[in-house]
């Protein structure tokens, strides 16, 4: 199991940026495809975007053009930035691994982050 650790997280104002990080350890980083959820207060949990091994990343249409997901391979740790962030953005995401990004599409992931806090004032 591949333990992750996100940090980053905190109170930013609307329009404002924030990046996110996501570190492994254990299992090779470079064989996993890793992806970010968010749980806004009240809602169930939602994907943001995923990236495979390979750097190919994708999102849900409520963040492309404002969200990059990313990941250094030789450092285990991947990252998502968030510009232009907006108070629906509000949430605490999470970092999650799995075997293929397919899988995030139903919420399946073999590990999972303990979470980071994002506010967003208006």
């Known amino acids: 199991q591949v333990h992750l650790v996100e940090s980053g997280g905190g109170l930013v104002q609307t329009g404002g940026s924030l990046r996110l990080s996501c570190s492994a350890s254990a299992i090779v980083f470079s064989t996993n495809a890793m992806a970010w959820f968010r749980q806004a207060p009240g809602k169930q949990r939602e994907l943001v975007g995923t990236i495979t091994t390979g750097g190919t990343a994708r999102y849900v249409y409520s963040v492309k053009g404002r969200f990059t997901i990313s990941r250094d391979n030789a450092k285990n740790t991947m990252y998502l930035q968030m510009n232009t962030l907006e108070p629906e953005d509000t949430a605490v995401y999470y970092c999650?691994?799995?075997?293929?990004?397919?899988?995030?599409?139903?919420?399946?992931?073999?590990?999972w982050g303990q979470g980071t806090q994002v506010t967003v004032s208006r």
């Open positions: 999650a691994a799995g075997p293929a990004v397919s899988a995030f599409d139903y919420g399946l992931a073999n590990s």
